[in-house]
């Protein structure tokens, strides 16, 4: 199904309009690259004073400015100093468009060219972004835009956290960002090292200061990856994207299932439970006459059975170059029913920005493709 697309009712801006806008210097490194220390030992190189490290980063992460140039109690001339030094972001927001739910998407190019998405999903008591981790994936997810393309290459930590300050900047004085999910374009786990450090940032009290609890990791299911984020110590949540309630039907829909297989993917959750104590959600998008169906919900309801779980339903979002198509809404509401009856607690999440390309990876796809 596509989305009811009314382009009048977006905003979009590029930093390439027709204005011919002038970019950054990409060669530059991004300033939040810069771990605190190595501030620290920059400024010293340009004779500044230790202190405006902290000052730098306060600006860089709390406050909503866009440029060194609003860093306006720094020095004119460290001011001058960054720019010439740094970019102030690692990408430049090419596609911006804003739903009627006032979901709010990006396309994000980073300095090699290579884009990628992230969202902002307003609900009346959560401000929740979704990011990405990598420019494409190799999952190849059929009901997926970002798979499409394959996978490019792996984001850096600040490639991957930095979405959520760009999106932060956007907001209004009064709004605060309450919830991370690792959601977006990538496999977070295929890429741990940049995930878990981005991760790092945004919890630190010297970073974004974000619970751990108010983030969560999405997987098709990497069991190795899973103890891994068990054994490291924080409380992030885990979402498990399950599609199928069998092996034969999830690698169709999920192709790496292949070498992995349901029975050791649910190990590795119940053991995530077990040392964590966060429950797990497993999500299951829903597709018209593939996977929705009544026996589908009775066979996943015998999986989760004993397990302590929630299932996310998620109606599959439009997307033009896939053929598969969003559910019917009697069947989605059947599918609930089934899973509630048989003990297990599951929602049908709202569909957020409807009206734009909202399928994770549809607006790059959809740049790519033109
Ligand atoms: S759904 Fe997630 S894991 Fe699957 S192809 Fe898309 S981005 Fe990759």
Same mark, same amino acid.
């Given at each position: 199904m596509q989305p009811d697309l009314?382009?009048?009712?977006?905003?979009i801006r590029t930093s390439l309009g027709p204005d011919g806008a002038k970019l950054p210097d990409t060669r530059l490194r991004a300033i939040l690259d810069l771990s605190p220390d190595e501030l620290v030992e920059w400024l010293r190189t340009q004779d500044q004073a230790p202190f405006r490290a902290k000052q730098i980063r306060r600006w860089l992460i709390e406050r909503r400015v866009t440029s060194f140039d609003q860093m306006t109690d720094l020095p004119a001339a460290?001011?001058?100093? $960054?720019? #010439?030094?740094?970019? *102030?972001?690692?990408? %430049?927001?090419?596609?911006?468009q804003i739903a009627k739910d006032q979901t709010e998407k990006l396309l994000l190019r980073l300095h090699d060219g290579e884009l990628v998405e992230c969202v902002l999903m307003r609900d009346p008591d959560r401000r929740t972004v979704c990011i990405s981790t990598q420019v494409g994936c190799a999952m190849g997810c059929v009901f997926c835009a970002s798979g499409l393309l394959g996978v490019k290459r792996n984001l850096s930590p600040v490639e991957i956290f930095e979405q959520v300050l760009v999106l932060h900047r956007l907001m209004k004085d009064d709004e605060r960002i309450t919830n991370v999910v690792v959601m977006g374009i990538g496999e977070p786990l295929a890429n741990y090292r940049? $995930?878990? #450090?981005?991760?790092? *940032?945004?919890?630190? %009290?010297?970073?974004f200061g974000l619970g751990a609890r108010r983030i969560t990791v999405s997987t098709v299911g990497l069991p190795d990856k899973i103890r891994e984020l068990a054994q490291s110590g924080h409380q992030y949540n885990l979402?498990?994207?399950?599609h199928a309630p069998n092996d034969t039907l999830r690698?169709?829909?999920?192709?790496?299932n292949r070498s992995i297989g349901l029975k050791e993917i649910l190990a590795a959750a119940d053991e995530y439970f077990e040392i964590t104590g966060r429950r797990i959600?497993?999500?299951y998008v829903l597709m018209s006459g593939i996977n929705d169906r009544p026996e589908h919900a009775e066979e996943l309801a015998t999986l989760l059975r004993g397990r302590n779980a929630h299932v996310n339903l998620i109606p599959m979002?439009?997307?033009n170059e896939l053929v598969?198509?969003?559910p019917r809404d009697p069947d989605t509401q059947q599918f609930l029913s089934i899973l509630e009856r048989r003990g297990v607690t599951a929602t049908v999440r709202k569909r957020k920005g409807a009206d734009i390309d909202a399928a994770c990876g549809q607006l790059r796809l959809n740049r790519e493709l033109s």
């Open positions: 009314s382009v009048s009712e977006l905003v460290l001011r001058q100093q $960054l720019a #010439e030094h740094f970019r *102030f972001s690692p990408f %430049e927001v090419v596609g911006h940049a $995930l878990m #450090e981005s991760l790092t *940032f945004l919890t630190a %009290e010297d970073g979402a498990v994207s399950l690698t169709k829909i999920v192709p790496i959600s497993y999500e979002n439009g997307v598969m198509t969003a």
